[in-house]
Nanobody, 121 residues
Framework: QVQLVESGGGLVQAGGSLRLSCAAS???????MGWFRQAPGKEREFVAT????????YYANSVKGRFTISRDNAKNTVYLQMNSLKPEDTAIYYC???????????????WGQGTQVTVSS
């Protein structure tokens, strides 16, 4: 089992930045990690994923160039640096984990509880 706990969400003005963190515990070795988000009234959507080594990353087109996913395996933590935030980035952000980036991008095996990000215009 893998447990995931997100933090770092909050309220920010458009154009601002936030960094989300996701701390993993349990059987976390060799897991790819990722981030999804769900806005009110919308389906959960893929944001970004990163391989165990950190050498492979993928992003949704809507965040490419603005968001950066990274990880610190010594701390079992994955990060999502969000810059140039827009009101349409408002959502609950969820961390997830799975055996590969492709599995994570399709939903993965484990989920955190989510953290709210609100971007005001």
């Amino acid at each position: 089992q893998v447990q995931l706990v997100e933090s770092g969400g909050g309220l920010v003005q458009a154009g601002g930045s936030l960094r989300l963190s996701c701390a993993a515990s349990g059987r976390t070795f060799t897991y790819a990690m990722g981030w999804f988000r769900q806005a009110p009234g919308k389906e959960r959507e893929f944001v970004a994923t990163i391989s165990w080594s950190g050498g492979t990353t993928y992003y949704a087109n809507s965040v490419k160039g603005r968001f950066t996913i990274s990880r610190d395996n010594a701390k079992n933590t994955v990060y999502l640096q969000m810059n140039s935030l827009k009101p349409e980035d408002t959502a609950i952000y969820y961390c997830n984990a799975g055996p590969s980036t492709s599995v994570v991008a399709q939903g993965g095996d484990y989920w955190g509880q989510g953290t709210q990000v609100t971007v005001s215009s």
